[in-house]
């Protein structure tokens, strides 16, 4: 064997260690990398679109330590970094809507409780998001009108609006009325099935919670109510037979059963009164990460 022969072979040997090797890194997923995808997923976000947004929080917060590279974060999925720093830890918090508990547990600080376990658990079951996360880092276009506009009177927007400014939803937040809850369906709350099927966002006012008659009502007209029970929360449709007894009453294409308690047993958090589906969640951030 000559020595360029030697070259090519060692060249092809070193060309399999590498391709073993990188092989052997895409299939390693950390219990921390397993979270971060797992609601990167449910957010609909790509690894692009967390960067981006750690750059965001990086510039808001001065803070370059919250800034994630692509590199890094695969390097925090797969394990390589297994305990990032608190700067980072925070990005992936506040980006991902995630608790501190989740990212302690996914980091081996509670190693009693099963990682798996927990996000399969958090998928499946629908589950509050606060507020904060709702409105943290997040833009919205308002108006500008002219002085001498006149409310009281029909015009044309275009003739009111003076311009345009972007602003952080964040600091609306005082504004925003307490009694609003913002719950996402979980995989196995399939109730309100075709009507909010699973991953559905759903803006629930807490001072709706009197459930009315639905005689004669087609399922399109009645209420749906997001409720606490004994499995934990779910959006369903309801009815009181008496004082003491409520029904969960699916939609008729769920395939879902009646389920009835005890008056006791249910609570009712309160009335849908906004969704915003899978697609289109996915849709809206798009939209938001193309006009910033």
Same mark, same amino acid.
């Given at each position: 064997?000559?020595?360029?022969?030697? #070259?090519?072979?060692?060249?092809?040997?070193?060309?399999?260690?590498?391709?073993?090797?990188?092989?052997?890194?895409?299939?390693?997923?950390?219990?921390?990398?397993?979270?971060?995808?797992?609601?990167?997923?449910?957010l609909g976000l790509s690894y692009q679109q967390?960067?981006?947004?750690?750059?965001? %929080?990086?510039?808001?917060?001065?803070?370059?330590?919250?800034?994630?590279?692509?590199?890094?974060?695969?390097?925090?999925?797969?394990?390589?970094?297994?305990?990032?720093?608190?700067?980072?830890?925070?990005?992936?918090?506040?980006?991902?809507?995630?608790?501190?508990?989740?990212?302690?547990?996914?980091?081996?600080?509670?190693?009693?409780?099963?990682?798996?376990?927990?996000?399969?658990?958090?998928?499946?079951?629908?589950?509050?998001?606060?507020?904060?996360?709702?409105?943290?880092?997040?833009?919205?276009?308002?108006?500008?009108?002219?002085?001498?506009?006149?409310? #009281?009177?029909?015009?044309? %927007?275009?003739?009111?609006?003076?311009?345009?400014?972007?602003?952080?939803?964040?600091?609306?937040?005082?504004?925003?009325?307490?009694?609003? #809850?913002? +719950?996402?369906?979980?995989e196995h709350d399939t109730h309100a099935v075709?009507?909010?099927?699973?991953?559905?966002?759903?803006?629930?006012?807490?001072?709706?919670?009197? +459930?009315?008659?639905?005689?004669?009502?087609?399922?399109?007209?009645?209420?749906?109510?997001?409720?606490?029970?004994?499995?934990?929360?779910?959006?369903?449709?309801?009815?009181?037979?008496?004082?003491? #007894?409520?029904?969960? +009453?699916?939609?008729?294409?769920?395939?879902?059963?009646?389920?009835?308690?005890?008056?006791?047993?249910?609570?009712?958090?309160?009335?849908? +009164?906004?969704?915003?589906?899978?697609?289109?969640?996915?849709?809206?951030?798009?939209?938001?990460?193309?006009?910033?």
């Amino acid at each position: 064997m000559n020595r360029d022969s030697d #070259k090519e072979f060692a060249l092809h040997l070193e060309e399999g260690r590498f391709e073993r090797r990188v092989k052997t890194i895409k299939q390693t997923v950390s219990p921390l990398g397993l979270l971060i995808q797992r609601a990167m997923q449910l957010l609909g976000l790509s690894y692009q679109q967390l960067v981006s947004e750690s750059n965001l %929080l990086a510039e808001q917060n001065q803070n370059s330590d919250m800034r994630i590279g692509k590199s890094t974060l695969g390097n925090i999925i797969n394990g390589s970094i297994r305990q990032p720093g608190t700067a980072k830890l925070d990005s992936l918090r506040i980006i991902l809507h995630l608790t501190r508990d989740d990212i302690d547990l996914a980091i081996g600080l509670a190693p009693e409780r099963r990682v798996a376990e927990q996000l399969r658990i958090r998928s499946q079951r629908t589950y509050e998001v606060t507020s904060d996360s709702v409105t943290r880092h997040r833009k919205i276009k308002v108006p500008v009108l002219r002085e001498d506009t006149q409310l #009281k009177e029909s015009q044309f %927007l275009n003739g009111m609006v003076q311009r345009w400014v972007n602003l952080d939803v964040e600091y609306l937040g005082s504004f925003y009325p307490p009694y609003l #809850k913002y +719950v996402v369906i979980g995989e196995h709350d399939t109730h309100a099935v075709p009507v909010a099927p699973p991953g559905t966002r759903v803006l629930v006012n807490t001072l709706l919670t009197q +459930v009315r008659p639905s005689e004669n009502v087609g399922f399109h007209e009645r209420e749906l109510y997001c409720v606490l029970g004994p499995r934990g929360i779910t959006c369903t449709y309801l009815e009181l037979t008496t004082r003491v #007894k409520i029904i969960l +009453v699916p939609h008729p294409l769920s395939g879902r059963m009646r389920g009835e308690f005890a008056a006791t047993e249910v609570t009712v958090i309160g009335q849908a +009164v906004g969704l915003l589906f899978q697609n289109n969640v996915i849709a809206v951030r798009n939209h938001a990460q193309n006009t910033e």
